[in-house]
């Protein structure tokens, strides 16, 4: 692909905003300085196939939207050639989506020739760096990325220097991912739950590592367990999942057992949102005497808000 330095694109932009910093790598903003930027119709642009990651239309991406009419596309998405025509997205997924939402009729892409496990791996790099990623998205990319790894075989970028061997593929993920490699392998089996258990995982009302220990039950058992907990309004501490887990090895899982099981010591409730309390005579000098606790929260919120907008402007001169 022909290479060319970036002049007139962002020559006079000295740092992109927040949200582009957080969803994009370091790679991806010094290849699109190397690389020629196109203006794509939005209609042309595709998404990963499986993508892992869920694109949420959410505070962050109302953030996203405001800077994209304030500022525009800053950095460019990543994507490749479409076999069916058009461009199939590698990287940028969210800021489509705020572009989408923000009018925009086209935008900033870099495209580039990869093979599919090139892409895959490329696309689960360029969104390992965010936040707010779920255990299950995690899960699901992290499988991904190491299925590519094995696919490609040796490869000359996965030869540590200080043994001088080829790192196996989950080591590459972990090392990748900031994780241990039983950790990676830990996440990767949250694949095996039934879509409702994994749906419970995202909403916080099953715990990771009582997950991990639940992906070992059939399928058949994870639906038997399902239905309890859905009568009981409970989930399951770890000592119980683990317990479920060593039934379904020695076939001897049932739903006696399963009653037996989760009834042996009063189970987890399902988790309350998180809550913080500060006692109104370290802040009532701050507000109206006569102010409500709801009008005080409130009046909170939008002073950290408007804080953070504040440190956004700052940061983006």
Known sequence: ???????????????????????????????????????IPLEQLFSFPDHPYQVRDDDEMQKMVE?????GVLTPLIARPHENGGYEIIAGHRRKRAGELAGRDTMPVIVREMDDDTAVIAMVDSNCQRENVSA????????????ALKRQGKRNDLTSSQVGTKLRADEKVAQDAGE????????????????????????????????????YLTPEEQEQFRDYIGSEGCTPS????????????????????????MSSHTPSILPMEQ??????????????????????????????EARQKARQRDFER
């Open 136 to 147: 299950i998205e995690k899960a699901k990319a992290y499988k991904m990325k190491m299925d």
């Open 67 to 71: 800077s994209v009419q304030q500022y």
């Open 1 to 39: 692909m022909e290479k060319n330095k970036r002049t007139a694109y962002g020559s006079n932009i000295k740092l992109p905003p927040l949200e582009d910093l957080l969803f994009s790598t370091e790679q991806d903003r010094q290849d699109a300085m190397l690389e020629k930027v196109q203006n």
């Open 275 to 304: 809550q913080i309390s500060i006692p109104l005579s370290r802040i009532e000098r701050f507000f109206p005497r006569n102010a409500t606790a709801e009008q005080i929260i409130i009046q909170i919120i939008r002073m950290l």
């Open 180 to 215: 241990s490699r039983n950790q990676i392998q830990r996440y990767i089996r949250l694949n095996e739950l039934i879509p409702e258990l994994q749906e419970m995982v995202e909403e916080k009302k099953l715990k990771f590592n009582p997950a991990v220990e639940l992906s």
């Open 238 to 261: 770890l000592s119980q999942a683990q317990q479920l887990k060593a039934a379904s090895r020695e076939k001897s899982f049932s739903e006696d057992k399963l009653k037996s099981i």
